[in-house]
């Protein structure tokens, strides 16, 4: 069964600094996997999505992930942080073969301080 | 713009008074999804539809239900709302790529109906 392991719940940055985001996957196939941001009482905006294609993807507002199939990660980072990065982030694994349903891991909630 | 609109944005409904959210789209995806959001947690997947094919998860209580009448809708019913109903619902569509062996594609997510319960 697939499913993701977000390493951190909480990360802390100061703005201008880099950001990242940790996401180890585990799945029978090859799997699609996205990076959705979630601003407090909204819904959740896909950031960048891997569908085996290039292994470095890159998504909006600066980010990118990159697929490691060797280490089974799809980490997400930026050089930048800015203020407005600040939000939850969930790490997100579809099963190409085997489901139509979308595996959410537990969040990580980024804080960003001036 | 296309997207998914849920109504309404904030609900306060009493316990145990029957309660309907709605969600529509105009991305003509075939998959339409319901999550739970409870505070500082993951979505948690109540059902899908797989065109007009239901698929209910195992530990969705009865007292959810829900109804697509065409491809364009889909609604959520609790039918007794408890306190520990009170949460984010967020309505996702996607476009299901099976046919052509990919598996879905990425899910676009409304801006979600907060419920209270009082």
């Known amino acids: 069964a697939q499913s993701v392991t977000q390493l951190d719940s909480h990360v802390s940055v100061s703005e201008g600094t880099p950001v990242l985001l940790r996401c180890n996957y585990s799945?029978?196939?090859?799997?699609?996997l996205f990076w959705y941001v979630q601003h407090p009482n909204k819904g959740l905006q896909l950031l960048l999505k891997?569908?085996?294609?290039?292994?470095l993807v890159k998504g909006i507002n600066g980010f990118e992930a990159e697929f490691k199939k060797s280490e089974t990660s799809f980490h997400l980072t930026k050089p930048s942080a800015h203020m407005s990065d600040a939000a939850e982030y969930f790490c997100?694994?579809?099963?190409?073969?085997?489901?139509?349903?979308?595996?959410f891991g537990t969040g990580t909630r980024l804080q960003v301080f001036p | 713009d296309a997207m998914v609109i849920q109504n309404p944005r904030y609900q306060v409904t009493q316990f145990g008074k029957p309660v309907t959210l709605s969600c529509s789209q105009t991305?003509?995806?075939?998959?339409m999804y319901w999550y739970q959001q409870k505070s500082s947690q993951a979505p948690k997947l109540l059902f899908h539809?797989?065109?007009?094919?239901?698929?209910n998860e195992a530990d969705t209580p009865d007292n959810f239900q829900s109804r697509r009448p065409n491809t364009s809708f889909c609604f959520l019913d609790i039918r007794s709302p408890g306190l520990g109903d009170a949460a984010m619902y967020l309505c996702?569509?996607?476009?299901?790529?099976?046919?052509?062996?990919?598996?879905?594609?990425?899910?676009?997510f409304g801006q979600g109906t907060r419920l209270t319960v009082v």
């Open positions: 996702a569509t996607s476009r299901d790529s099976r046919g052509q062996g990919k598996g879905v594609t990425e899910a676009f």
């Open positions: 799945s029978s196939y090859s799997p699609s």
């Open positions: 891997y569908t085996s294609a290039a292994t």
């Open positions: 997100v694994v579809s099963d190409l073969y085997n489901t139509d349903k979308l595996i």
């Open positions: 991305l003509n995806h075939n998959v």
């Open positions: 539809y797989y065109d007009k094919d239901f698929n």
